[in-house]
Structure formats: C-alpha cells, structure tokens
C-alpha cells in the first residue's frame, strides 16, 4: 500500500507566542506540517536533527538573533528562510537577503500573504535543474538586445530592455532606483529616480499583457524593485 508523501515541514521561530501560533494555524490549515520555536539558541539543533523544509525566521530572538542563525545554517544548509521582522530599517531589510536570506516579510502583515510567500518560495526551490531550464520562458539576448516571453519577443525600448535585464539577471535581488539607474544610460543624463518607476511601469505593462497570471516585477517598499519570475535564461 503506498503511503502519500508528507506535506512540507515548516519551521517557525518566534518569540511571540501569539504571533507564532497564529502562523502555525494558517500554515497548519494550508496543509503544511509546522514546529514552532520560541528561542534562537533552540535553532541549529533542531534544524540538523530534523530539518525543515522552509524556515519562518524572526529577526529579534532571545538566545540567538535572527541575522546569526541565518549565517551559521547557511554554513551547512541551503534550508530556504523567510526573515520576519519589525524592524522597518532599509540597512536590516537588505542585510536580511545579503547573508542567505530568500525573502523577508515585515510586521505587521497578513497571514495569507506569509502563507503566500511559503508556497511561492517552496515550489520555487522544489524545481530540478531540468525543470528550471524547461520554465526558462523569459529569454534575454544581449547580443541581439532581444527579450522574449514564452517564444513572443516583447517590443522593449533600450532603456527597458536594460531594466529587464538587470532585474531578471538576480531574481529576488532588491534593487535600488539608484542601482537602476546606473545600469539604465550609458550617458551621463540627468534623470531623477521617478525616470525609474515610469520605466518600471511600461514594463511591467508589456509582460502582464503577456502573462496576466504571472508576478514579474514587485515593488519593494522603501527600497525599489525586484524579479519576482523564476524562470528566466540570459544568453
């Protein structure tokens, strides 16, 4: 008799004990396995002795803070992890994803949108190399400065091909409207950062009349823009 294969186990380390059970209830009743910690330092021990699929990791622990645990793991496991954090900082949000983190959700938020995130982020890494490459439905062509989407080559300006580009060379990378714009003219025009979110726009509104189901570009608060489409081949 074959057995049915276990849902994804999702760790959550949260100090709140309200907070935790009440994200340990929405993922419980999306169908995931949860264990919930309460204390940083209970973290590494129990990640290698039985370890998660997914980890939802707040930043402010007792015992361990959320920024150390995210780098020892990352010095033995590729274990996705969501940071969950109060703290608002631009310096944190990006220190967050520089140390491993692959993706952060900022209190206070809504429990379908962190469940949303759990899903997006376990179907993501639950891709083979083989599926990943057969996914690749947006191609960029440096050489010919082309970009298609599911074989249609989208009608890009420079300028947006340049956006398309560099977002899509990262995903999941935040970047500035400064960081954009350095990547954006090979001149030295003056331009402000709103050149950046009209850019954006007409971007995004080629690719969604594409692919209307598809998320490509999300909007960082605070912070500026990022590839949200894991299925992306630049040649």
């Not at 709140?16 to 995931?32: F, H, I, S, T």
């Not at 509104?205 to 630049?234: S, T």
Request: proline share 6%; charged share 30%; glycine share 4%.
């Amino acid at each position: 008799m074959n057995q049915e294969p276990l849902s994804p186990l999702v760790l959550v380390v949260e100090d709140e004990p309200k907070l935790g059970q009440l994200l340990v209830d929405y993922l419980q009743a999306a169908n995931y396995r949860t264990h919930h910690l309460l204390r940083g330092d209970e973290v590494l021990e129990w990640v290698k002795q039985t370890p998660p699929d997914l980890m939802l990791l707040d930043l402010m622990l007792p015992g361990v803070d959320g920024l150390t645990l995210c780098r020892e793991i990352r010095r033995f496991s590729e274990l996705p992890v969501i940071m969950v954090t109060a703290r608002t900082e631009e310096i944190d949000r990006l220190l967050g994803l520089e140390i491993g983190a692959d993706d952060y959700i900022c209190k206070p938020f809504s429990p379908r949108e962190v469940v949303a995130r759990v899903k997006t982020i376990l179907k993501r890494c639950k891709r083979t190399p083989e599926e990943a490459q057969k996914a690749s439905l947006l191609v960029v062509d440096e050489k010919r400065f082309q970009a298609s989407w599911d074989n249609t080559t989208l009608d890009l300006t420079p300028a947006e091909f340049r956006l398309l580009k560099t977002l899509a060379h990262e995903p999941g990378k935040v970047f500035s409207r400064e960081m954009l714009l350095n990547h954006l003219y090979d001149d030295y025009r003056v331009v402000t950062d709103r050149t950046i979110d009209s850019h954006i726009k007409n971007l995004r509104r080629k690719l969604e009349a594409l692919d209307a189901d598809q998320p490509f570009i999300r909007a960082v608060y605070g912070m500026g823009y990022r590839w949200e489409a894991d299925v992306c081949r630049l040649i």
